[in-house]
Protein backbone atom coordinates (compact mmCIF):
# COMPACT_ATOMS: atom_id res chain seq x y z
CA UNK A 1 0.00 0.00 0.00
CA UNK A 2 1.76 3.09 -1.16
CA UNK A 3 2.45 5.46 1.77
CA UNK A 4 0.17 9.04 1.50
CA UNK A 5 2.32 12.73 2.43
CA UNK A 6 2.23 15.92 1.91
CA UNK A 7 4.24 18.41 0.35
CA UNK A 8 3.71 21.89 1.34
CA UNK A 9 4.97 25.02 -0.47
CA UNK A 10 4.61 28.35 1.06
CA UNK A 11 4.44 30.92 -1.89
CA UNK A 12 4.33 34.23 0.78
CA UNK A 13 4.97 34.33 4.49
CA UNK A 14 4.10 38.06 6.02
CA UNK A 15 3.18 38.08 9.50
CA UNK A 16 4.20 40.54 12.42
CA UNK A 17 7.37 40.02 13.52
CA UNK A 18 8.75 39.55 17.51
CA UNK A 19 11.73 37.86 18.76
CA UNK A 20 9.97 35.08 20.42
CA UNK A 21 7.20 34.53 17.70
CA UNK A 22 4.41 35.51 20.42
CA UNK A 23 2.59 37.79 18.22
CA UNK A 24 1.46 36.59 14.96
CA UNK A 25 2.67 33.05 14.34
CA UNK A 26 2.75 29.62 12.18
CA UNK A 27 2.99 26.25 13.34
CA UNK A 28 3.97 23.61 11.54
CA UNK A 29 3.01 19.82 13.25
CA UNK A 30 4.02 16.71 11.53
CA UNK A 31 1.08 14.60 12.31
CA UNK A 32 -2.83 14.70 12.74
CA UNK A 33 -2.70 16.74 16.14
CA UNK A 34 -1.73 19.46 18.30
CA UNK A 35 0.39 17.36 20.31
CA UNK A 36 2.42 15.82 17.14
CA UNK A 37 5.83 17.17 16.40
CA UNK A 38 6.66 20.28 15.66
CA UNK A 39 8.45 20.86 12.62
CA UNK A 40 8.77 25.00 13.40
CA UNK A 41 6.92 27.82 14.39
CA UNK A 42 7.81 30.83 12.41
CA UNK A 43 6.55 34.79 11.94
CA UNK A 44 8.16 37.44 10.10
CA UNK A 45 8.62 37.89 6.00
CA UNK A 46 11.06 34.66 5.39
CA UNK A 47 9.21 31.98 3.25
CA UNK A 48 10.06 29.03 5.25
CA UNK A 49 11.26 26.67 3.28
CA UNK A 50 8.92 23.83 1.41
CA UNK A 51 8.14 21.05 4.15
CA UNK A 52 7.69 16.95 3.42
CA UNK A 53 5.51 15.20 6.07
CA UNK A 54 6.51 11.89 7.09
CA UNK A 55 2.82 10.55 7.31
CA UNK A 56 -0.74 11.06 5.89
CA UNK A 57 -1.76 14.08 8.31
CA UNK A 58 -0.40 17.53 8.91
CA UNK A 59 -1.42 20.36 10.88
CA UNK A 60 -0.50 24.03 10.45
CA UNK A 61 -2.15 26.12 12.87
CA UNK A 62 -2.05 30.15 12.37
CA UNK A 63 -2.20 32.12 15.59
CA UNK A 64 -2.75 35.87 15.80
CA UNK A 65 -3.34 38.55 18.47
CA UNK A 66 -5.80 40.52 16.49
CA UNK A 67 -3.80 43.50 16.41
CA UNK A 68 -4.55 45.48 13.11
CA UNK A 69 -1.01 45.54 11.11
CA UNK A 70 0.20 45.80 7.81
CA UNK A 71 1.67 42.12 7.04
CA UNK A 72 -0.75 40.32 5.16
CA UNK A 73 -0.94 36.65 5.88
CA UNK A 74 0.44 33.78 4.44
CA UNK A 75 0.06 31.32 1.33
CA UNK A 76 0.73 27.62 1.03
CA UNK A 77 0.17 25.21 -1.41
CA UNK A 78 -0.50 21.48 -0.10
CA UNK A 79 0.32 18.39 -2.76
CA UNK A 80 -0.51 15.21 -1.67
CA UNK A 81 1.39 12.28 -3.11
CA UNK A 82 1.03 8.87 -2.99
CA UNK A 83 5.09 7.52 -2.51
CA UNK A 84 5.99 3.54 -3.67
CA UNK A 85 8.44 1.71 -4.49
CA UNK A 86 9.57 4.26 -7.58
CA UNK A 87 8.79 7.09 -6.27
CA UNK A 88 5.62 9.83 -6.60
CA UNK A 89 2.48 7.53 -8.14
CA UNK A 90 0.23 10.64 -8.18
CA UNK A 91 -0.81 13.61 -6.87
CA UNK A 92 -3.43 16.19 -5.76
CA UNK A 93 -2.85 19.51 -4.35
CA UNK A 94 -4.87 22.35 -2.86
CA UNK A 95 -4.19 26.49 -2.31
CA UNK A 96 -4.74 27.73 1.05
CA UNK A 97 -4.62 31.25 2.53
CA UNK A 98 -4.14 32.86 5.60
CA UNK A 99 -7.08 34.96 7.17
CA UNK A 100 -4.79 37.78 7.89
CA UNK A 101 -4.80 37.92 4.02
CA UNK A 102 -8.63 38.94 3.32
CA UNK A 103 -7.94 41.87 6.22
CA UNK A 104 -9.36 39.70 9.62
CA UNK A 105 -7.70 39.07 12.75
CA UNK A 106 -8.88 35.81 12.93
CA UNK A 107 -6.99 32.45 14.29
CA UNK A 108 -6.83 29.89 11.44
CA UNK A 109 -6.53 26.21 11.89
CA UNK A 110 -5.95 23.48 8.78
CA UNK A 111 -6.08 20.31 9.31
CA UNK A 112 -4.25 18.19 6.17
CA UNK A 113 -5.33 14.68 6.36
CA UNK A 114 -5.56 11.94 3.54
CA UNK A 115 -6.33 8.51 3.86
CA UNK A 116 -5.44 5.97 0.86
CA UNK A 117 -8.37 4.08 -0.69
CA UNK A 118 -7.18 0.76 -2.75
CA UNK A 119 -8.46 0.78 -6.40
CA UNK A 120 -12.03 -0.37 -6.67
CA UNK A 121 -12.63 0.03 -2.78
CA UNK A 122 -13.92 3.26 -2.82
Given at each position: MPRVRFQITFSRFNLEQSSDCSKDYVTLH?????????????????????????????????????????NTGFS??????????????????????SPRADGSTRHGIYHLCSTYIPTGQE
Open positions: NGGSFSSPVVWKRCGSDVPPVFRSMSNKVVVQFHTDGSADAFTAIEHSAGCGGILHGTKGNVT
